[in-house]
């Protein structure tokens, strides 16, 4: 039996792909907001996370 969920995870990834470049290329930033702390971010490696840098430093200070 096939597991489709692999599949359509990955055409999902490549529709999401396609949706962000596209509006790169229009000008547009994709933003979220911070898990921790509520913050807008908008550099690719914090809106990966969903977690901004300060709050990422505070948390391997722990």
């Known amino acids: 039996m096939r597991d489709y969920s ?9 529709e999401e792909t ?4 596209e509006a790169h ?6 933003a979220v ?3 921790v702390c509520g913050h807008w971010l908008v550099q ?4 990966a996370a969903h977690v ?3 709050c ?5 200070g722990r």
């Open 6 to 14: 692999q599949s359509n995870a990955d055409a999902d990834d490549r």
């Open 25 to 30: 290329e229009r000008g547009y930033r994709l």
């Open 33 to 35: 907001r911070c898990t």
């Open 56 to 60: 990422r430093g505070k948390a391997v």
């Open 52 to 54: 901004g840098p300060q």
């Open 44 to 47: 690719a490696d914090s809106v």
């Open 18 to 21: 396609k949706f962000i470049a």
